[in-house]
């Protein structure tokens, strides 16, 4: 919480947030609120790849 803060000046239009690999969305819902937050119109987020939490919740039942 607080980590992300807008830079001076207003943002205008859209915006595109690009990150590598998407885990929870934790940092994009937070970059994105900050963003809307500071003017941006809307904004929008391409990842490249996401990680299986299936697994890792499998994992933490004993499963996998």
Do not use: N, Y
């Amino acid at each position: 919480s607080g980590a992300f803060a807008p830079g001076p000046g207003s943002i205008k239009g859209s915006v595109l947030l690009v990150d590598d690999v998407l885990t929870t969305g934790a940092t994009l819902d937070a970059c994105a609120r900050v963003l809307l937050g500071g003017g941006a119109q809307a904004v929008f987020a391409l990842t490249f790849a996401r990680e299986d939490l299936s697994r890792r919740f499998l994992a933490a039942l004993g499963r996998g």
